[in-house]
């Protein structure tokens, strides 16, 4: 018998899960200090399964909550002799359910079920080539050599009883093992980084034939069950106010929350004149009248454009930006005096409870501000249907709901809009002018159909003068930097090199459309040390 007949014949479970509403059956991973986890956490997902991390002190806890069919040990900087290596609860091993031990995770299984861990000489790092000598388990489907991709010092020297080798290479001669009785598997390798080659083939083999999971976490099921959870929450007269930004997040959760709860969603959409070219009128379509949702446009434009006058600091345009949304949002909310709940588009990454491996304050490099940042003394319950969702989990269902792809497609935009875009102060004519370039910037590319392996392109306004030449007469305008990143998660980032032809007319449409700008250039830093955002 293979472990996926014994886990998916005789686990009850199976058939309470497909009922409505009911907890999807899903992945615990456990954190034990990688900085992999929301990268397992997503090839878990993108085989359509529920999942979710925990750090190891609440792991048991997570289990219990769970509908558990399985367990993820993530890799970590410790050694398992080591003082400070992490404490793992030995009962997840005694749940009943498959584990899947990665590099560290493996090594502290291996050594609690009996096997020994030793310091090699020197650290593997690096792809390397294994051979499978099992094509079952998490290698099913897969037979001779792999490139895999290694990170570690310490390795398994002796395993545990009841384990066998599934591949070995050079260095490593237990590179992935496994227990078939008890469904226990363990790679030294990294399957959840893409430079494994099929890394994703191990995880998916791991949750559909090891854990027995049909991949059943899709959009119309996930839409169902966060519909049902919002309507238990806000009860059947309850009301919402939703800050509604035209992103993807918000605008997925405001469409959510309307389908649960038809009109008692209220809408506030705060136009503070630094959106892009069109976007007040997308949203208006979109979700008023196409929709029919109730959708109050606020035009807070002076307000914003006054409190920024003569201010230059980076980090006091986004205070300010910051405080005048709260203000602006608090005045329209409290409008809907019956209204007593928040809606938010917060996303699984701001939620995940993170496991600090070095410890320390991180440097704030940007105070990030979010429509969804908004006042805790409004004294509102949070409703937050994205919460347990990765962000291309809510494009999919963003396409599942029907809503426009301008919005769903949309790239991100920050908060603080177009004043984080001019360098220095920010007045209504140089968000004018930015924007008009900003609009020939993404209609050219989108054009070209060359956005969509792009993670952001936009036009900066830098205020440095220069002399220019136009008919006969001198200029002397603004600059325009343009800024076209490639990137997976905005945390570090590369600049893309777009086609000359394509620069040109950018370039060109720039100088000869938009009054303000006479010179057009290319930002060619990459995000470390550069940022994307210029501010
Ligand atoms: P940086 O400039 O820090 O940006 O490299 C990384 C990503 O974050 C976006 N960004 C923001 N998003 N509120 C947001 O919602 C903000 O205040 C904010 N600042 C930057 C930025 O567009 C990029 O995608």
Known sequence: MTTSERTVKHDPRNEAASQPGADPRGILIVDLGTQYAQ???RRIREAHTWCEIAPPRKA????????????????????????????????????????????????????????????????EFGRRAIHVERAQGIFEGVTGDTLVWMSHGDQVVRLPAGFEVYASSDTCPFA?????????????FHPEVSHTQLGTEFITNFVYKVCGLKGDWQPASIVEREIEKVRALVGTDGEVVLGLSGGVDSSVAAVLV????????????????????????????TFKEHMAMDVTIVDATDR????LKGVTDPEQKRRLIGRDFVDVFKHEALRFKSAHF?????????????????GGNTAVIKSHHNVGGLPKDLNMTLVEPLRELFKDEVRAIGRFLGIDARIVNRQPFPGPGLAVRIVGEVTSERARILRAADHIVTSEIEAAGLHTGLWQYFAVLLPLRSVGVMGDARTYEYTCALRVVESSDGMTADWAALPTELLRKISSRISNEVRGFNRVVLDISSKPPATIEWE
């Open 39 to 41: 990268l397992i956490a």
């Open 60 to 123: 048991l806890e997570y289990a219990a909550r769970m509908n558990l069919a399985g367990i993820v040990l993530s890799g970590g900087p410790a050694s398992v002799y080591a003082d400070d290596a992490p404490e793992v609860p030995r009962q997840l091993l005694e749940l009943g359910v498959p584990v899947l031990g990665i590099c560290y995770g493996m090594q502290w299984m291996s050594q609690e079920l009996g096997g020994s861990v030793q310091g090699a000489d020197k650290r």
């Open 176 to 188: 992935a093992v496994g227990d078939p009785a008890r469904g226990f598997f363990g790679v030294q």
């Open 258 to 285: 309307h389908k649960a709860i038809g009109d008692r969603l209220h809408c506030i959409f705060v136009d503070n004149g630094l959106l892009r070219h069109g976007e007040r009128d997308i949203v208006e379509a």
């Open 304 to 307: 914003f454009m006054g409190s």
């Open 342 to 358: 928040l809606g938010q588009g917060t996303l699984y990454p701001d939620v995940i409870e993170s496991v600090a491996a070095h």
